[in-house]
C-alpha cells in the first residue's frame, strides 16, 4: 500500500503492526512526530516512559538500512531521549535497537528503544559477560571485520 504522509511519500507493509501505527489504524501514544519518524511509548513499559523512536519508512532493522534512512532516524534520537528524560527525571537512559530474532526482535520494523533508568533494581537487566582479553585474537578479528 503506498500512503501519503505530508509530502512524505512512504510504502506501508500491511501486515507490520509499526506501519499500522503510522498509519493511523491502530493507536499508540504518541510522544513525538515529524517527517521521518513517530516516537510512542512501548505498550510493555520496561520502565516507566519507555519510548520506541520509529522511522516512518519500513525497515527490517538497522542492518537493513542505508546510511541516509539510518541518519534520519538517529538524528532525532537525543531530542525525543532528552524530552523523555525531562519528563521522566530518569538518572540514565539505555538506547537500544534489536536486530533480528537471536538479539530479542519481534518487531520487523527498525525501532529504537529509549528506556529510562532509575536504579540497578529496575526492570531492565543487561548482562555484558566479560572474558579475559585475548589480544592476537583482538587483532585478528578486528582484521577480518576491517576487510570485510
Ligand atoms: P523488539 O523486541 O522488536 O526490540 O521490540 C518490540 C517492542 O514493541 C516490544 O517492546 C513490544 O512491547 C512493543 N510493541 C509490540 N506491539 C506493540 C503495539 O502494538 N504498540 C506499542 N506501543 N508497542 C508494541
Ligand atoms: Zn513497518
Known amino acids: 500500500i503506498i500512503?501519503?504522509?505530508n509530502t512524505l511519500e512512504v510504502v506501508f507493509m500491511s501486515d507490520c503492526i509499526f506501519c499500522k501505527i503510522l498509519a493511523g489504524e491502530i493507536p499508540a501514544a504518541k510522544v513525538y512526530e515529524d517527517e521521518q519518524v513517530l516516537a510512542f511509548l512501548d505498550i510493555s513499559q520496561?520502565?516507566?516512559g519507555?519510548?520506541?523512536v520509529v522511522p516512518k519508512e519500513h525497515h527490517r532493522n538497522l542492518l537493513e538500512m542505508d546510511a541516509a534512512s539510518a541518519s534520519q532516524l538517529f538524528a532525532k534520537v537525543p531530542l525525543v531521549?532528552?524530552?523523555?528524560?525531562?519528563?521522566?527525571k530518569a538518572k540514565g537512559m539505555?538506547?537500544?535497537a534489536n536486530c533480528e530474532e537471536v538479539?530479542?526482535?519481534t518487531v520487523f520494523h527498525t525501532h529504537v528503544h529509549l528506556?529510562?533508568?532509575y536504579g540497578a533494581d529496575d526492570d531492565l537487566k543487561i548482562d555484558f559477560v566479560a572474558h579475559e582479553p585475548d589480544f592476537d585474537k583482538l587483532a585478528q578479528v578486528?582484521?577480518?571485520?576491517k576487510n570485510a
Do not use: D, W, Y
Not at 531521549?81 to 521522566?88: E, G, L, P
Not at 578486528?142 to 571485520?145: P, S
Open 142 to 145: 578486528a582484521e577480518t571485520i
Open 81 to 88: 531521549s532528552q524530552k523523555v528524560m525531562t519528563a521522566t
Open 94 to 96: 539505555n538506547i537500544i
Open 50 to 52: 519507555h519510548t520506541l
Open 103 to 105: 538479539a530479542g526482535q
Open 115 to 117: 528506556v529510562p533508568r
Open 46 to 48: 520496561v520502565t516507566p
Open 3 to 5: 500512503s501519503k504522509f
